[in-house]
């Protein structure tokens, strides 16, 4: 009922920068968070960043000050700006999104497909 689309993933060396965007299109009646979420292979998948609705970022602490979340509510569409990118961010990144598509159901989590992050020289 909801698709996600992701992009932007790829190989990038140390320092590099990445551009990650999502794009949500399906029965949406409201979006409510949208965010990133990446798991490295053997880890447990971990929150990146997110936003609300409102604006409202939550980042984590190894990502703060390198990488920037925003959406476009207009178009159903977050990016992730990872910028001084480490080895230790390579991962798979995961859109993931809170949207309310039945009223009567309440809100649901949506996922994207999940995109390559590599980081290396």
């Known amino acids: 009922q909801v698709q996600l689309v992701e992009s932007g993933g790829g190989l990038v060396q140390p320092g590099g920068s990445l551009r990650l965007s999502c794009a949500a299109s399906g029965r949406i009646r409201i979006m409510n968070n949208m965010g990133w979420y990446r798991q490295a292979p053997g880890k447990a998948r971990e929150l990146v960043a997110a936003q609300t609705r409102g604006g409202t970022t939550n980042y984590a602490d190894a990502v703060k000050g390198r990488f920037t979340i925003s959406r476009d509510n207009a178009k159903n569409t977050v990016y992730l700006q990872m910028n001084s990118l480490k080895p230790e961010d390579t991962a798979v990144y995961y859109c993931?999104?809170?949207?309310?598509?039945?009223?009567?159901?309440?809100?649901?989590?949506?996922w994207g497909q999940g995109t390559q992050v590599t980081v290396s020289s």
């Open positions: 993931y999104v809170n949207v309310i598509i039945n009223p009567i159901n309440g809100p649901v989590d949506q």
